[in-house]
C-alpha cells in the first residue's frame, strides 16, 4: 500500500471530509480514502436503483406469507382509528 499525503487544504474542505467522515461512521483518512476510490476506480457502494429493487423484491419473497399485514393497511386502520376518535363515533353514538 502506498501513502499519500494532501498538504494545502481549504480548512473548509478539510471540515467538510471530518463532518462527512463522522456521518459515515469512519475517520477521516478512511473517508478520504472511500472518496478517491469511488471517484478514481468507481466503486460506489451506493446500490442502483435496480440493485436496491432487486434487494427489495427478494426481502418481500423471504418475507411472504408471515401473515403480518401491509404497511397501507395498518396506516388506514390507524387513520380510521383517529377519525373515531375525534369525531366521536363508534362509541355507542
Not at 478512511?30 to 429493487?53: F, M, Y
Not at 393497511?73 to 377519525?83: D, H, I, K
Request: proline share 2%; hydrophobic share 35%.
Amino acid at each position: 500500500m502506498a501513502t499519500l499525503t494532501v498538504r494545502n487544504l481549504d480548512e473548509d474542505v478539510v471540515r467538510r471530509l471530518r463532518i462527512r467522515a463522522a456521518e459515515h461512521g469512519r475517520s477521516a483518512e478512511a473517508e478520504h480514502r472511500d472518496i478517491l476510490q469511488t471517484v478514481l476506480i468507481g466503486h460506489d457502494k451506493t446500490p442502483t436503483r435496480q440493485q436496491a429493487a432487486g434487494r427489495l423484491a427478494e426481502f418481500r419473497r423471504r418475507t411472504a406469507g408471515r401473515g403480518y399485514p401491509a404497511a397501507a393497511e395498518l396506516l388506514e386502520q390507524s387513520r380510521g382509528e383517529r377519525m373515531e376518535t375525534l369525531t366521536g363515533k363508534g362509541e355507542g353514538a
